[in-house]
């Protein structure tokens, strides 16, 4: 049927059948008949016209021969046709002919191929030139195209189911090339219906050649019927797709029908086959314009699934290895390889596309960026990244690396995804290796921490999925991340590093060569990143496997160059190296059948030993290096799991060198002559007088201090082994944890060591120390500094036992420190220059910073004795975190409260101290363990016993100043781990202090580690804030709400107020964490906010982040009342802030709450418990800090400036001279300046983010904005104004520069509201105008009275300010221009005045020489067509003298 259906359509007047079985019969008996045709056809008028034309026929496999150019043929040919006498029958006959000629196949094949040159004797130009075949001359002829086309297309189906001949030659391909090209077509749409009616019927090869010539053949008339025509095809038959979309893409089409096609093409985008997809994808991006690019392209991104394409393949792959391989070539579903193939075509199809269009690569970035759900994101959007950056454009690499960033930062583009991608696409990924590491070098060097770790997932991914040139890439990408001497990008290099070490051993030991390069750079790495740089080498070279075992030599000799240095940085080097390379080769291993024991082969048992050895004996000379020594050792046994015998080895002779080295029996006197009196203190076992035990200190100090002066020793003779005071913290530490290792954590064999005493000297000398020798002073210090590290030692080792009477000796070593500390500030004051001994022997001694003048007497309420000015100064150690910089100032006067009554008798007497912050680097480091002691209850001091440190209670708890201390620590801890939103950048140079002095211990965890230790202790931090607010709830509730009541104890109630504040700060710290914004740890703030939440109220459901957040807002609102300081009100401000980020969708609730909570702490007077006012430079950022928020949360930022200025400030200028504001009881003469300065800068910022007008702006909208820049004018020319009552310099220059700004910002966003409203609200402009004109004229009184005083401070800012003076007259003018007033503008000169309005006498007598001034007056008229009402508006503008 479909045969009958097609002949049909070619042949009108014969019955196609007949046509076709004729054709058959003639084929069948080709034999019989061929001579009989020769003969009929050798005088046929064919032949013979072509002959006398010049074409000569030949038969066999003989190409026609031609002998006259083409043109010329094809014009006698015409010519003889159209000049014969049967003319036009003979075209019939003609065609006849050649019908009969072509039955015989070969002559067909003949008069397809091209011709040849006749071969004459004489060879011109045309000879040798290219000759069309005979089929093609004629269809160059217009009265025989359209009958040879019928006879083509009459022939072809003869061919349609023969292959190629044995020459190769495709007959229908010839047949459909005949057609490409022709100068000029006759019938342009039959023949489009013809070979559209032929692919109907052809088979797919045959239409696959016919649709993808369509282009070639058709003139552009026809291009959009042919569309629509393939369009119709695509949807019937997706095998067809790449040949149409071929076509379609070379066709000349009209947008409207290239958007329709593009649309039909998406619609089957998810049935075509994976190998035409390339095809599918180059015609949709080629077809779009620049109009619909993003909607096109959001739209190819939904449904490219690329993860579908490839993963099938992947698992036929796997399973067609199973078979033998023809049956894997024979299956018809895609190889591995053919589908990344496929996608490799596809990237390069985006590529190009990207490349080519900045349309498109725009779009795809804006379609990625669009996605706001991880679950969204797919592997095509990273490729495309990848792509994006690949390309040359700046602009396409920027917003590559932009996006990635901010989608990284998000949480958006997860390691999930980017492992997906590798697995699926390593193969097409390898092309973009060089664009991957570029962002992944990108990522690492960004000062935002939530994007570093990405970039490291790139670089692991990278050298797993590449080969070895991309694995040697990574390396040495990563070692110069490793050298750059940036601290952040440092210690992820060196994690890295470590990384893949650990995982893929093998691989790495092909690099060992580069990683031992960051040798060379030593110099500028840190204690903790030397630890890990060898901790990686002693893994390549000394791990189980000994991959990088050709390294080994190089290592010992590095190490023993570094051990025998006399430069203490090189020994210190060599120690921590040596040690790490202990814990490489030492570490417990399968049982090897050569060791004895342990689990080591003799050999490196044998190495390690002398490693061992070679460590003590270089370090025995230098105090600092065995203590380095013992510290190293100690963090090895906390880390890393030893062999047997070498642990047994490192711990055999700890226990007897302690107690031979530093701990004696206590008899009933001391024998010695020492500086003071020698004393037993701080006995926590006086029970058990018989047999007791004391540290040996005061002595070991005498004999340390002998050796250092005596200096008679010859330089040659080998000195003997000393022991010093500053290794007993660090050998009791190695000995406290070679006991938990060998017993499992049980310190019974130590535990005498808690309560033991010291021998020491009777603290009473301290009354003393103004009166001593330096000698006397400096030995007094340093005896309680190391006093205070043992106790902080002994927290460290025991803070974990369980027993409640190991707890009580804990707590009560934490309050012997604390006043120790107390004891040691007063000493410190009068010891000006002193050098405290080393605590922390991994950095150079040189790095800590002591302040030059330590001494800071006479500050009475600033720096009294005690505890609490540590806890000012830790609070106000770190510049960028706004809650510190205010920190105690106001309330500060505040000591200890005593342990003992005659202690509290000599506190008395300390009248001044110095700050223990800048010491602290020079204290034993907390563990992040002893912070359990905070879960010990908050005892106030009236409830103690006066004998407490001597006395057992049943309940273990805490005072206050223990409460301060472990919080001050915590906070430390918590500030320098737990990185919020950007992390630092490395300064241009380089501090004088090291950051990380002191926190060697907590860098061995990571800001995951020690945040989820802050969330354990939530519950226990909690209770003290609730504890907190219990006793000032108490106190105001018993003194009915006055806070500086009689009755009141000062410094207990300092020590609360400090401990309530310093709970904010840790809170605040803990949840400001930049780490939550990362999705794993989404579970670890939601149970945070889940602990805050619960003290609330308990819920049994599950509540989502959005719910917790409002849960633990509404927990926290609640302590407002009892916040006793402006810092506590500001730190609990800030939390709130932090917290209300993590609600989603309640933005405006929470900022209404906070505008309420601010503004309630705005009007409230705050008062020491002293009875004083607070006040001081702190206390005025405080407030500026807090005024800011309570103006960025406003709704109405104009309303609450004119609230300010309009009532609280007249109210101030009415009140006496040291009164407040009624209203605004924080507002004062001295604060003015802070209220001016935050109200003026949040005007100018507000009046910029009012929308710019626009012409087509309606009426109401332009009211609206009217009526706001009238608000804002209205409350500029009052702050102005308030000028003329407080006109000191430091408001004179807020005034002059945000008063620039502010006018700047009028001419930008204002004048053209004025320009389009004029007209319509005249009466609103002027009155604005006359307003503005008042305020303006002040800034040019300022701007006398600046050059009068002659101060640079001042005048720096009148010429701008002049400036934009200027231009706002003339901008008026242009203004009143446009709208047809000009005549209402007129000038006139303008005198300079001060600020109280008299003229400048000193410019009198120059008055002739001035410029002319300027000023305007605008007159508004308004003119009706029936009448003349005119309304009269005078506006004065003013311009100062510019030559001035």
Not at 1264 to 1281: C, P, Q
């Given at each position: 049927?479909?045969?009958?259906?097609?002949?049909?359509?070619?042949?009108?007047?014969?019955?196609?059948?007949?046509?076709?079985?004729?054709?058959?019969?003639?084929?069948?008996?080709?034999?019989?008949?061929?001579?009989?045709?020769?003969?009929?056809?050798?005088?046929?008028?064919?032949?013979?016209?072509?002959?006398?034309?010049?074409?000569?026929?030949?038969?066999?496999?003989?190409?026609?021969?031609?002998?006259?150019?083409?043109v010329i043929f094809q014009k006698r040919l015409q010519q003889r046709l159209r000049k014969n006498p049967r003319f036009p029958n003979i075209i019939q006959e003609f065609i006849s002919a050649l019908e009969t000629y072509i039955e015989e196949p070969e002559r067909f094949r003949n008069c397809l191929l091209p011709c040849v040159p006749?071969?004459?004797?004489?060879?011109?130009?045309?000879?040798?030139?290219?000759?069309?075949?005979?089929?093609?001359?004629?269809?160059?002829?217009?009265?025989?195209?359209?009958?040879?086309?019928?006879?083509?297309?009459?022939?072809?189906?003869?061919?349609?189911?023969?292959?190629?001949?044995?020459?190769?030659?495709?007959?229908?391909?010839?047949?459909?090339?005949?057609?490409?090209?022709?100068?000029?077509?006759?019938?342009?749409?039959?023949?489009?219906?013809?070979?559209?009616?032929?692919?109907?019927?052809?088979?797919?090869?045959?239409?696959?050649?016919?649709?993808?010539?369509?282009?070639?053949?058709?003139?552009?008339?026809?291009?959009?019927?042919?569309?629509?025509?393939?369009?119709?095809?695509?949807?019937?038959?997706?095998?067809?797709?790449?040949?149409?979309?071929?076509?379609?893409?070379?066709?000349?089409?009209?947008?409207?029908?290239?958007?329709?096609?593009?649309?039909?093409?998406?619609?089957?985008?998810?049935?075509?086959q994976l190998e035409d997809l390339p095809v599918v994808v180059k015609f949709v991006l080629h077809s779009i314009s620049a109009s619909d690019a993003n909607e096109v392209v959001c739209d190819l991104r939904k449904k490219l699934e690329l993860e579908q394409c490839v993963l099938p393949a992947v698992l036929q792959a796997s399973q067609?290895?199973?078979?033998?391989?023809?049956?894997?070539?024979?299956?018809?579903?895609?190889?591995?390889?053919?589908?990344?193939?496929?996608?490799?075509?596809?990237?390069?199809?985006?590529?190009?596309?990207?490349?080519?269009?900045?349309?498109?690569?725009?779009?795809?970035?804006?379609?990625?960026?669009?996605?706001?759900?991880?679950?969204?994101?797919?592997?095509?959007?990273?490729?495309?990244?990848?792509?994006?950056?690949?390309?040359?454009?700046?602009?396409?690499?920027?917003?590559?690396?932009?996006?990635?960033?901010?989608?990284?930062?998000?949480?958006?583009?997860?390691?999930?995804?980017?492992?997906?991608?590798?697995?699926?696409?390593?193969?097409?990924?390898?092309?973009?290796?060089?664009?991957?590491?570029?962002?992944?070098?990108?990522?690492?060097?960004?000062?935002?921490?939530?994007?570093?770790?990405?970039?490291?997932?790139?670089?692991?991914?990278?050298?797993?999925?590449?080969?070895?040139?991309?694995?040697?890439?990574?390396?040495?990408?990563?070692?110069?991340?490793?050298?750059?001497?940036?601290?952040?990008?440092?210690?992820?290099?060196?994690?890295?590093?470590?990384?893949?070490?650990?995982?893929?051993?093998?691989?790495?030991?092909?690099?060992?060569?580069?990683?031992?390069?960051?040798?060379?750079?030593?110099?500028?790495?840190?204690?903790?990143?030397?630890?890990?740089?060898?901790?990686?080498?002693?893994?390549?070279?000394?791990?189980?496997?000994?991959?990088?075992?050709?390294?080994?030599?190089?290592?010992?000799?590095?190490?023993?160059?570094?051990?025998?240095?006399?430069?203490?940085?090189?020994?210190?080097?060599?120690?921590?190296?040596?040690?790490?390379?202990?814990?490489?080769?030492?570490?417990?291993?399968?049982?090897?059948?050569?060791?004895?024991?342990?689990?080591?082969?003799?050999?490196?048992?044998?190495?390690?030993?002398?490693?061992?050895?070679?460590?003590?004996?270089?370090?025995?000379?230098?105090?600092?290096?065995?203590?380095?020594?013992?510290?190293?050792?100690?963090?090895?046994?906390?880390?890393?799991?030893?062999?047997?015998?070498?642990?047994?080895?490192?711990?055999?002779?700890?226990?007897?060198?302690?107690?031979?080295?530093?701990?004696?029996?206590?008899?009933?006197?001391?024998?010695?002559?020492?500086?003071?009196?020698?004393?037993?203190?701080?006995?926590?076992?006086?029970?058990?007088?018989?047999?007791?035990?004391?540290?040996?200190?005061?002595?070991?100090?005498?004999?340390?201090?002998?050796?250092?002066?005596?200096?008679?020793?010859?330089?040659?003779?080998?000195?003997?082994?000393?022991?010093?005071?500053?290794?007993?913290?660090?050998?009791?530490?190695?000995?406290?944890?070679?006991?938990?290792?060998?017993?499992?954590?049980?310190?019974?064999?130590?535990?005498?060591?808690?309560?033991?005493?010291?021998?020491?000297?009777?603290?009473?000398?301290?009354?003393?120390?103004?009166?001593?020798?330096?000698?006397?002073?400096?030995?007094?210090?340093?005896?309680?500094?190391?006093?205070?590290?043992?106790?902080?030692?002994?927290?460290?080792?025991?803070?974990?036992?369980?027993?409640?009477?190991?707890?009580?000796?804990?707590?009560?070593?934490?309050?012997?420190?604390?006043?120790?500390?107390?004891?040691?500030?007063?000493?410190?004051?009068?010891?000006?220059?002193?050098?405290?001994?080393?605590?922390?022997?991994?950095?150079?001694?040189?790095?800590?910073?002591?302040?030059?003048?330590?001494?800071?007497?006479?500050?009475?309420?600033?720096?009294?004795?005690?505890?609490?000015?540590?806890?000012?100064?830790?609070?106000?150690?770190?510049?960028?975190?706004?809650?510190?910089?205010?920190?105690?100032?106001?309330?500060?006067?505040?000591?200890?409260?005593?342990?003992?009554?005659?202690?509290?008798?000599?506190?008395?007497?300390?009248?001044?101290?110095?700050?223990?912050?800048?010491?602290?680097?020079?204290?034993?480091?907390?563990?992040?363990?002893?912070?359990?002691?905070?879960?010990?209850?908050?005892?106030?001091?009236?409830?103690?016993?006066?004998?407490?440190?001597?006395?057992?209670?049943?309940?273990?708890?805490?005072?206050?100043?223990?409460?301060?201390?472990?919080?001050?620590?915590?906070?430390?801890?918590?500030?320098?781990?737990?990185?919020?939103?950007?992390?630092?950048?490395?300064?241009?140079?380089?501090?004088?202090?090291?950051?990380?002095?002191?926190?060697?211990?907590?860098?061995?965890?990571?800001?995951?580690?020690?945040?989820?230790?802050?969330?354990?202790?939530?519950?226990?931090?909690?209770?003290?804030?609730?504890?907190?607010?219990?006793?000032?709830?108490?106190?105001?509730?018993?003194?009915?709400?006055?806070?500086?009541?009689?009755?009141?104890?000062?410094?207990?109630?300092?020590?609360?107020?400090?401990?309530?504040?310093?709970?904010?700060?840790?809170?605040?710290?803990?949840?400001?964490?930049?780490?939550?914004?990362?999705?794993?740890?989404?579970?670890?703030?939601?149970?945070?906010?889940?602990?805050?939440?619960?003290?609330?109220?308990?819920?049994?459901?599950?509540?989502?982040?959005?719910?917790?957040?409002?849960?633990?807002?509404?927990?926290?609102?609640?302590?407002?009342?009892?916040?006793?300081?402006?810092?506590?009100?500001?730190?609990?401000?800030?939390?709130?802030?932090?917290?209300?980020?993590?609600?989603?969708?309640?933005?405006?609730?929470?900022?209404?709450?906070?505008?309420?909570?601010?503004?309630?702490?705005?009007?409230?007077?705050?008062?020491?418990?002293?009875?004083?006012?607070?006040?001081?430079?702190?206390?005025?950022?405080?407030?500026?800090?807090?005024?800011?928020?309570?103006?960025?949360?406003?709704?109405?930022?104009?309303?609450?400036?004119?609230?300010?200025?309009?009532?609280?400030?007249?109210?101030?200028?009415?009140?006496?001279?040291?009164?407040?504001?009624?209203?605004?009881?924080?507002?004062?003469?001295?604060?003015?300046?802070?209220?001016?300065?935050?109200?003026?800068?949040?005007?100018?910022?507000?009046?910029?983010?009012?929308?710019?007008?626009?012409?087509?702006?309606?009426?109401?909208?332009?009211?609206?904005?009217?009526?706001?820049?009238?608000?804002?004018?209205?409350?500029?020319?009052?702050?102005?104004?308030?000028?003329?009552?407080?006109?000191?310099?430091?408001?004179?220059?807020?005034?002059?520069?945000?008063?620039?700004?502010?006018?700047?910002?009028?001419?930008?966003?204002?004048?053209?509201?004025?320009?389009?409203?004029?007209?319509?609200?005249?009466?609103?402009?002027?009155?604005?105008?006359?307003?503005?004109?008042?305020?303006?004229?002040?800034?040019?009184?300022?701007?006398?009275?600046?050059?009068?005083?002659?101060?640079?401070?001042?005048?720096?800012?009148?010429?701008?300010?002049?400036?934009?003076?200027?231009?706002?007259?003339?901008?008026v003018k242009a203004m009143l221009t446009l709208n047809h007033c000009q005549e209402a503008f007129w000038l006139g000169n303008l005198k300079n005045r001060d600020l109280k309005g008299e003229e400048i006498l000193s410019q009198r007598s120059q008055a002739a020489d001035e410029e002319e001034e300027e000023s305007s007056q605008v007159?508004?008229?308004?003119?009706?067509?029936?009448?003349?009402?005119?309304?009269?508006?005078?506006?004065?503008?003013?311009?100062?003298?510019?030559?001035?």
């Amino acid at each position: 049927m479909m045969r009958k259906k097609k002949r049909s359509s070619i042949t009108v007047d014969e019955d196609p059948t007949l046509d076709i079985s004729k054709a058959k019969k003639t084929k069948s008996s080709g034999r019989s008949t061929k001579s009989s045709v020769q003969n009929s056809c050798q005088d046929s008028v064919f032949v013979q016209f072509l002959k006398e034309s010049g074409v000569t026929l030949t038969s066999g496999s003989t190409a026609n021969e031609i002998t006259v150019d083409q043109v010329i043929f094809q014009k006698r040919l015409q010519q003889r046709l159209r000049k014969n006498p049967r003319f036009p029958n003979i075209i019939q006959e003609f065609i006849s002919a050649l019908e009969t000629y072509i039955e015989e196949p070969e002559r067909f094949r003949n008069c397809l191929l091209p011709c040849v040159p006749a071969h004459t004797s004489q060879q011109d130009t045309n000879s040798s030139s290219y000759q069309e075949s005979l089929v093609r001359l004629l269809l160059g002829i217009e009265m025989l195209q359209t009958l040879v086309i019928n006879t083509l297309f009459e022939k072809l189906p003869e061919f349609m189911f023969e292959g190629a001949s044995e020459d190769g030659l495709n007959v229908p391909r010839l047949i459909v090339n005949q057609l490409k090209w022709l100068d000029r077509i006759v019938d342009g749409k039959d023949l489009s219906s013809k070979l559209m009616q032929m692919v109907s019927v052809a088979p797919v090869e045959i239409q696959r050649d016919i649709i993808t010539s369509l282009p070639e053949i058709l003139e552009d008339s026809q291009h959009g019927d042919m569309a629509k025509e393939l369009n119709g095809l695509l949807q019937q038959n997706t095998q067809l797709a790449v040949p149409i979309l071929d076509a379609l893409s070379s066709l000349n089409l009209s947008y409207a029908l290239l958007s329709e096609v593009r649309e039909a093409v998406m619609g089957t985008l998810s049935a075509v086959q994976l190998e035409d997809l390339p095809v599918v994808v180059k015609f949709v991006l080629h077809s779009i314009s620049a109009s619909d690019a993003n909607e096109v392209v959001c739209d190819l991104r939904k449904k490219l699934e690329l993860e579908q394409c490839v993963l099938p393949a992947v698992l036929q792959a796997s399973q067609s290895r199973m078979k033998n391989k023809t049956m894997s070539r024979s299956s018809s579903v895609p190889s591995c390889s053919s589908g990344q193939d496929s996608v490799a075509l596809i990237l390069d199809v985006i590529k190009s596309a990207i490349r080519f269009q900045k349309t498109i690569s725009e779009a795809w970035l804006k379609a990625i960026e669009n996605v706001d759900e991880s679950e969204d994101h797919k592997v095509v959007d990273l490729l495309v990244l990848f792509i994006l950056h690949s390309t040359n454009a700046n602009h396409s690499r920027r917003g590559a690396e932009r996006v990635l960033k901010v989608k990284v930062r998000k949480g958006l583009i997860q390691e999930s995804l980017l492992q997906k991608t590798f697995k699926g696409h390593a193969q097409v990924m390898r092309g973009y290796f060089p664009s991957i590491l570029a962002l992944a070098q990108g990522l690492l060097r960004s000062p935002d921490c939530c994007v570093v770790p990405f970039g490291g997932h790139m670089y692991k991914q990278a050298f797993t999925a590449f080969d070895s040139y991309c694995q040697q890439e990574v390396v040495g990408s990563l070692v110069t991340h490793a050298c750059s001497g940036v601290s952040g990008e440092v210690d992820v290099a060196l994690e890295l590093l470590c990384e893949l070490v650990s995982q893929k051993p093998a691989e790495m030991s092909q690099f060992t060569v580069f990683v031992k390069g960051i040798l060379d750079y030593m110099d500028n790495l840190t204690s903790q990143q030397i630890r890990r740089l060898f901790h990686l080498l002693s893994r390549l070279a000394f791990g189980q496997e000994q991959h990088g075992g050709h390294i080994q030599d190089d290592m010992h000799i590095v190490i023993r160059k570094q051990l025998s240095s006399t430069v203490p940085k090189y020994k210190r080097i060599g120690i921590i190296g040596a040690v790490m390379m202990v814990g490489s080769m030492g570490a417990c291993r399968n049982k090897h059948d050569g060791s004895q024991g342990g689990t080591l082969p003799k050999e490196t048992n044998r190495q390690v030993m002398a490693l061992l050895e070679l460590v003590r004996s270089c370090s025995e000379s230098s105090p600092e290096a065995a203590a380095l020594c013992y510290d190293e050792l100690a963090n090895l046994l906390q880390t890393c799991k030893l062999d047997p015998l070498v642990q047994a080895w490192i711990g055999k002779s700890v226990l007897e060198d302690f107690q031979d080295d530093f701990v004696v029996d206590l008899g009933p006197d001391i024998s010695g002559e020492f500086m003071f009196q020698s004393s037993v203190l701080y006995n926590l076992d006086e029970d058990e007088s018989e047999g007791g035990i004391a540290i040996n200190l005061l002595p070991l100090m005498a004999q340390d201090q002998q050796h250092k002066t005596d200096a008679s020793q010859p330089a040659g003779v080998k000195r003997e082994r000393r022991v010093s005071p500053l290794c007993l913290s660090p050998f009791f530490r190695l000995l406290r944890l070679c006991e938990e290792v060998q017993h499992e954590g049980d310190l019974e064999e130590i535990d005498a060591l808690l309560g033991c005493p010291l021998i020491l000297t009777d603290m009473e000398v301290v009354e003393k120390v103004d009166s001593m020798s330096k000698s006397e002073r400096e030995f007094l210090c340093s005896l309680l500094f190391h006093t205070i590290n043992w106790f902080r030692e002994v927290v460290n080792a025991f803070c974990r036992q369980n027993d409640p009477e190991m707890k009580m000796k804990v707590v009560t070593r934490i309050q012997n420190i604390t006043y120790l500390q107390s004891l040691l500030q007063r000493c410190l004051a009068a010891t000006p220059g002193y050098i405290p001994p080393q605590a922390n022997f991994d950095g150079d001694s040189a790095d800590v910073m002591i302040p030059s003048s330590v001494v800071q007497s006479k500050k009475g309420k600033k720096e009294s004795s005690g505890k609490k000015r540590k806890a000012s100064a830790s609070k106000n150690s770190s510049g960028d975190k706004s809650q510190l910089e205010g920190a105690t100032d106001a309330e500060e006067s505040q000591p200890d409260p005593p342990e003992k009554e005659n202690e509290k008798e000599k506190e008395k007497d300390g009248k001044s101290g110095v700050s223990l912050f800048s010491y602290w680097p020079f204290f034993r480091e907390l563990d992040v363990e002893a912070l359990s002691v905070l879960q010990c209850g908050l005892l106030s001091r009236t409830l103690l016993d006066t004998e407490l440190h001597s006395k057992l209670r049943e309940e273990v708890q805490l005072g206050p100043a223990e409460l301060l201390f472990l919080l001050e620590d915590m906070w430390r801890k918590l500030d320098f781990s737990l990185t919020s939103a950007p992390a630092k950048k490395a300064p241009f140079l380089k501090s004088k202090t090291d950051r990380a002095v002191g926190f060697a211990h907590l860098q061995q965890k990571n800001s995951k580690e020690i945040a989820t230790c802050c969330s354990d202790l939530l519950p226990t931090l909690c209770t003290h804030l609730e504890n907190c607010h219990n006793h000032f709830q108490t106190l105001l509730t018993e003194n009915q709400g006055v806070v500086d009541a009689p009755n009141v104890d000062v410094k207990e109630n300092q020590l609360m107020c400090s401990a309530y504040q310093l709970l904010l700060q840790v809170l605040h710290t803990t949840f400001s964490w930049a780490g939550f914004s990362i999705p794993e740890n989404r579970a670890l703030l939601k149970s945070s906010l889940g602990i805050l939440a619960g003290r609330l109220k308990e819920e049994e459901t599950e509540l989502t982040l959005d719910q917790l957040s409002r849960h633990a807002f509404e927990y926290l609102q609640n302590f407002r009342s009892t916040v006793p300081s402006l810092n506590t009100a500001l730190c609990l401000t800030q939390l709130l802030i932090v917290l209300s980020q993590y609600g989603g969708s309640n933005h405006r609730t929470y900022r209404e709450q906070i505008t309420s909570l601010t503004k309630h702490f705005l009007c409230q007077e705050w008062v020491t418990a002293s009875g004083e006012k607070e006040r001081g430079n702190k206390y005025n950022e405080t407030l500026q800090t807090l005024l800011s928020v309570y103006l960025e949360h406003t709704d109405d930022v104009l309303k609450a400036v004119e609230e300010i200025a309009g009532e609280g400030v007249p109210e101030l200028l009415n009140a006496a001279k040291d009164a407040n504001s009624r209203s605004w009881p924080t507002l004062n003469r001295q604060t003015f300046l802070v209220y001016y300065k935050c109200m003026m800068s949040e005007l100018e910022r507000a009046v910029r983010k009012i929308p710019a007008s626009k012409q087509m702006d309606n009426q109401e909208m332009q009211s609206e904005k009217l009526l706001t820049w009238n608000l804002a004018v209205r409350d500029f020319h009052i702050l102005i104004n308030l000028v003329k009552m407080f006109d000191s310099r430091p408001v004179l220059t807020v005034c002059l520069k945000y008063g620039r700004l502010f006018l700047e910002s009028f001419l930008k966003l204002g004048m053209p509201l004025l320009d389009y409203s004029f007209k319509k609200h005249k009466e609103d402009v002027q009155g604005l105008l006359k307003t503005f004109q008042l305020s303006t004229r002040q800034l040019h009184h300022m701007c006398g009275h600046s050059k009068i005083r002659q101060d640079t401070g001042l005048t720096n800012h009148v010429p701008a300010l002049k400036k934009s003076l200027e231009q706002f007259v003339y901008r008026v003018k242009a203004m009143l221009t446009l709208n047809h007033c000009q005549e209402a503008f007129w000038l006139g000169n303008l005198k300079n005045r001060d600020l109280k309005g008299e003229e400048i006498l000193s410019q009198r007598s120059q008055a002739a020489d001035e410029e002319e001034e300027e000023s305007s007056q605008v007159q508004s008229e308004a003119e009706e067509s029936d009448s003349d009402e005119r309304n009269d508006g005078q506006e004065e503008m003013e311009e100062s003298d510019e030559s001035d």
